[in-house]
């Protein structure tokens, strides 16, 4: 039994930061329902790569889902929402504040239907934000990190991954499994409040509390690091790599795989020391990692105990030998053709994967009317005819 099999999810999330946690609900088992419009989530038609009908966008976080067509916007299809509200656990959106009010799904609606449901909102500054749009990319701005990275001397630039957008999306999900664990003891859901802007904030920990401690504005490092000396990427004769010295102890490690002599050693043996003198040691320890290739180097790190990895391009970094261990690439079935996807990174001793592929637009909205809500097919019929619902009708 999967943990969370027992746990019905509606999905009213559109794009990504919402998708991206009603997923990993999904994975670990929950009945996620898609709840989608006529036309369907924006990103089932994204460029550039489409597979029969269905972008890989949509594909990245709607696997083992449902999807079940509603119009919210006619009374009817507010109606069967309601249905499905007494039946669920939680409801779950990344609408613009104001909008769930409009369509009457927020949770003062939905909890007087149903007093144990649980509803989660993730937007982009919380639901007293105010209703201006956010994207990934205006949260990082807002937040700080874009600030912090880059090269010192260069602009700043935004993350490689939509650290705002999947930050909120996680932290949806630790609210909403807390909340159930609250309810065991109230007998009652609550509202969860899922702001990006918070969850990229939280993310600073040790360079926020540097700051509110000392007023010192943190400048870019590039990839080094406030704390310790060398903690950055080096280039070698091909790629680049990672090399981590926190501790003293390690240093003479590094000083023994790489040949630095003892004069070195000697002069930088402390942290403080390492610090204090960033520019010279760097510029010392790169002309040397110039000499071989990543793979060279890392062989010989390894197996002195230094800590260290190769900066991989996207294809080194899924074809290594701990992401195929982890089953961190996994495949699903498409009409008839097998695509790649990425896998679930929680791992768990009683949890089994099993990924089905994303659904097509409103295919489970009849099995989903019938078997959960009991309409017979007349009323099914009958709804889709004033275009309530979209569904194949099933014999």
Not at 207 to 219: N, Q, R
Not at 354 to 378: H, I, Q, W
Request: glycine share 8%; net charge neutral; proline share 5%.
């Amino acid at each position: 039994m999967k943990p969370l099999e027992k746990v019905c999810v509606l999905d009213l999330s559109t794009t990504l930061s919402g998708p991206s946690g009603s997923m990993m609900l999904a994975d670990l088992g929950a009945e996620v329902i898609k709840i989608e419009t006529p036309q369907g989530d924006g990103t089932r038609n994204f460029p550039p790569h489409i597979h029969k009908g269905m972008s890989m966008y949509f594909m990245a976080y709607n696997r083992n889902k449902k999807s079940v067509v509603l119009d919210l916007k006619t009374q009817e299809g507010k109606d069967i929402f309601y249905d499905m509200v007494k039946h669920a656990d939680i409801v779950w959106d990344n609408f613009r504040p104001g909008v769930k009010e409009k369509l009457k799904v927020d949770y003062d609606t939905v909890s007087k239907i149903n007093p144990r449901i649980i509803s989660c909102s993730i937007t982009g500054y919380g639901s007293d934000g105010g209703r201006r749009p956010s994207y990934d990319l205006c949260v990082q701005a807002l937040s700080g990190a874009m600030a912090m990275t880059g090269e010192a001397d260069r602009p700043p630039v935004k993350l490689g991954v939509p650290m705002a957008d999947i930050g909120g999306g996680w932290h949806g999900v630790v609210g909403v499994l807390a909340a159930l664990v609250a309810r065991q003891t109230t007998g009652k859901g609550q509202m969860v409040d899922i702001s990006m802007l918070d969850s990229l904030v939280s993310l600073h920990g040790y360079e926020a509390t540097y700051y509110l401690y000392s007023g010192i504005v943190p400048e870019r490092l590039g990839t080094g690091h406030r704390t310790s000396v060398p903690y950055q990427i080096f280039a070698t004769k091909d790629i680049y790599i990672s090399l981590v010295v926190v501790l003293d102890k390690q240093w003479p490690l590094l000083c023994d795989a790489i040949g630095l002599d003892e004069e070195v050693r000697q002069k930088y043996a402390t942290n403080k020391v390492r610090l204090e003198n960033r520019n010279e040691l760097v510029a010392i320890i790169q002309n040397v990692l110039l000499t071989k290739t990543a793979d060279e180097w890392i062989e010989r790190l390894e197996k002195a105990g230094v800590p260290c990895g190769a900066v991989n391009p996207l294809d080194r970094a899924l074809s290594q030998e701990d992401v195929k261990r982890r089953n961190m690439v996994v495949s699903v079935k498409h009409k008839g053709d097998e695509i790649k996807l990425l896998g679930n990174p929680i791992k768990m001793s009683d949890n089994t994967d099993d990924f089905r592929c994303p659904p097509e637009l409103g295919a489970d909205t009849y099995s989903v009317l019938k078997d959960m809500l009991n309409y017979d097919d007349g009323k099914i019929k009958q709804l889709q005819s004033i275009g309530a619902i979209a569904c194949e009708q099933k014999e």
